[in-house]
């Protein structure tokens, strides 16, 4: 069991370039869940999907895309990027929303130039 | 918004002793969880409260829960080195949206 993989570990973007990160899980698990995290900080919730088929907005989704391509894989784009997008980001899943623990992604480390 | 902080943002002991850190938050809660971060990795779930529980234990994790004064604390008795990490508490909204705190840092000295 792989658990959450991301891809890629790290990327360098230029202020307007467009890139996709994946997420996949291989646990059967329900939701899913886009975070960036900031220096000093902790995680704020971009978007998620409590289940295939949809996505919903979390805190701070302004600028990002996401697509449930199925029960394995949610991905986030960023179509235009900008230096304030610079982050770590993290994606986990969960059985289902409510009540039960999340399983976090080893993160993508993304800077924006 | 962040809806839990977590006090203090930097605690520094020596191994074997214990480490206590607390978490306020805002608005009522369906659960709080807490969790921890080694340097450059993902977060690793420790434990879960439930709003109608008061204390629960897991190994050397204690985690209290006080719903009057919207506040939980993580105890971990004697810690040691390998504890060394970030610890976040995450309070689950009526929406089941987990909400991260700031985090402690904590270091434990060899």
């Known amino acids: 069991n792989a658990g959450v993989t991301q891809t890629p570990k790290f990327q360098v973007l230029k202020t307007g370039q467009s890139m996709t990160l994946q997420c996949a899980q291989d646990?059967?698990?329900?939701?899913m869940y886009w975070y960036r995290q900031d220096p000093g900080m902790g995680l704020r919730l971009i978007y998620y999907s409590a289940s295939e088929g949809t996505t919903d907005k979390g805190e701070v989704p302004n600028g990002y895309n996401v697509s449930r391509l199925n029960k394995r894989e949610f991905s986030l784009r960023l179509e235009s990027a900008a230096p304030s997008q610079t982050s770590v980001y993290f994606c986990?899943?969960?059985?289902?929303?409510?009540?039960?623990?999340?399983?976090f992604g080893p993160g993508t480390r993304l800077t924006v130039t | 918004s962040q809806q839990g902080e977590e006090d203090p943002q930097a605690l520094s002991i020596q191994e074997g002793e214990n480490a206590t850190m607390n978490c306020s938050y805002k608005t009522s809660i369906n659960n709080l969880q807490w969790y921890r971060q080694n340097s450059g990795r993902g977060l690793v779930h420790l434990i879960l409260i439930r709003s109608n529980e008061r204390e629960k234990h897991s190994g050397r994790l204690r985690v209290t829960l006080d719903t009057s004064k919207k506040s939980s604390s993580l105890l971990i008795t004697a810690s040691r080195a390998a504890d060394t990490a970030s610890y976040f508490c995450a309070t689950e909204d009526s929406s089941y949206k987990l909400i991260f705190g700031s985090g402690t840092r904590l270091l434990v000295r060899p």
């Open positions: 986990a899943s969960s059985d289902t929303s409510g009540g039960l623990e999340q399983y």
């Open positions: 646990m059967n698990h329900n939701s």
